[in-house]
């Protein structure tokens, strides 16, 4: 756990500064060693969706040792055994998927957090160096860990008041795209009257004096969530930007075409 990184990222926004970050789905671990090298503020290592493994997952944080940026996982769902071990890897935080209610989320941070407050065991992985920094870390551990639900529904969002009362977390991270499924849009980022309910949500998140998160959809887009009020901002998935840097230099040389999406390339 890399203590100074994570005060660093509090302080920014508790000064009402942006935090922000990529979003890595990609094995190769030298995408999160170019965000490191960029000074990114945070990067979070999806373990929900696509296919990284254990391995490709470690190999991404060890990349943020010694660095000023967050490493977060985000566990494929709200497991105690999946949120120890992200954290026993190393990770200074997760993000938890699909938090609808206050039960939920306690558990969730219960499950990061150690005895007596919670339920996390203590490992001797890299998180303790193997064993040897056991007491540093779980002096630290509780009071510095990061844990960020993911609001993906209009359940969540009506429910908001009360998860704001949970004790133990700072940030709310939203995915417009699951929100709007449960608002009878899937398949749209933001559905008819989604982007409304969202930002209802984020200026209850802010009078509660905490803090909101999103991923931008261009760059344009990352200066309006700025402007909204959005602290934790992505820039992006690693492959959604490859794919729009791909577009955008096959445009200079008029070959941009879309992408075939179909899995029987004769259609």
Same mark, same amino acid.
């Given at each position: 756990m890399k203590v100074a990184a994570l005060q660093k990222f509090r302080q920014k926004l508790a000064d009402d500064q942006a935090v922000y970050g990529l979003w890595v789905g990609l094995d190769s671990a030298s995408i999160t060693e170019m965000a490191v090298a960029?000074? @990114?503020?945070? $990067?979070?290592?999806? /373990?929900?969706?696509? =296919?990284?493994?254990?391995?490709?997952?470690?190999? =991404?944080?060890r990349t943020t040792v010694r660095?000023?940026?967050?490493? &977060?996982?985000?566990?494929?769902? @709200?497991?105690?055994?999946?949120?120890?071990?992200?954290?026993?890897?190393?990770?200074?935080?997760? $993000?938890?998927?699909?938090?609808?209610?206050?039960?939920?989320?306690?558990? /969730?941070?219960?499950?990061? *957090?150690?005895?007596t407050a919670g339920l996390r065991g203590i490992g001797g992985e890299r998180a303790t160096v193997w064993g040897e920094g056991v007491a540093q870390h779980v002096a630290e551990a509780d009071e510095n860990v990061l844990v960020v639900? &993911?609001?993906?529904?209009?359940?969540?969002?009506?429910?908001?008041?009360?998860?704001l009362g949970v004790p133990g977390v700072d940030v709310f991270f939203f995915g417009p795209s699951d929100y709007s499924s449960t608002a009878g849009h899937a398949g749209q980022w933001e559905g008819p009257g989604v982007a409304k309910?969202?930002?209802?949500?984020?200026?209850?998140?802010?009078?509660?004096?905490? =803090? /909101?998160?999103?991923?931008? *959809?261009?760059?344009?887009?990352?200066?309006? +969530? +700025?402007?909204?009020?959005?602290?934790?901002?992505?820039?992006?998935?690693?492959?959604?930007?490859? &794919? +729009?840097? &791909?577009?955008?230099?096959?445009r200079t040389v008029d070959r941009d075409r879309k992408a075939n999406t179909a899995l029987d390339p004769r259609s």
């Open positions: 960029l000074g @990114l503020d945070w $990067v979070v290592i999806d /373990a929900e969706h696509g =296919h990284l493994d254990w391995h490709d997952i470690i190999e =991404h944080v660095s000023d940026t967050v490493v &977060l996982v985000r566990v494929a769902e @709200l497991n105690i055994g999946l949120i120890k071990r992200a954290l026993d890897i190393g990770a200074d935080g997760v $993000v938890v998927p699909w938090i609808e209610n206050t039960g939920q989320l306690h558990d /969730a941070v219960k499950f990061a *957090t150690y005895p639900p &993911l609001i993906e529904s209009q359940r969540a969002g009506l429910g908001i008041q009360g998860l309910q969202i930002i209802e949500v984020k200026d209850a998140i802010r009078r509660a004096g905490k =803090h /909101a998160g999103v991923l931008a *959809t261009s760059n344009d887009n990352l200066i309006e +969530r +700025r402007e909204q009020g959005f602290r934790m901002i992505g820039l992006g998935l690693d492959g959604a930007l490859m &794919l +729009r840097s &791909l577009h955008d230099a096959l």
